[in-house]
């Protein structure tokens, strides 16, 4: 699971968040192109706003970012090319997305 050229999917219920075809891995991450299905328009601010709290380094930003970033595993889900994860961590800024996963 997860080598370079596989397509993963990102899900709201059933409907199609984006695509990441990974043409990069580097432990424990995977990189890939992301293309925008038509339910990425109604996370689209979650995911910026978890990149830019990511990248903060002050005080008081993990717990912010903790709550963005659960309110983006209550409404997506991440799917290898074998089937659905357990857990994950994912980031999209543009065309890129990049992230980590836990299949148990």
């Known amino acids: 699971m997860g080598s370079e050229g596989g397509t993963w999917y990102v899900s709201s219920g059933e409907e199609r968040v984006g695509e990441i075809v990974v043409d990069d891995s580097g432990f424990p991450w995977l990189s890939g192109s992301f293309t925008a299905g038509p339910a990425f ?10 990149l830019a709290l990511a990248e ?49």
């Open 41 to 50: 328009a109604a996370v689209r601010d979650l995911f910026a706003r978890e």
């Open 56 to 104: 903060r380094d002050d005080d008081g930003h993990r717990q912010a970012w903790e709550t963005v970033y659960d309110e983006i595993r209550r409404r997506v889900s991440l799917s290898s090319p074998e089937g659905p994860v357990a857990d994950f961590l994912l980031h999209i800024e543009g065309d890129r997305a990049w992230f980590g996963w836990i299949d148990n």
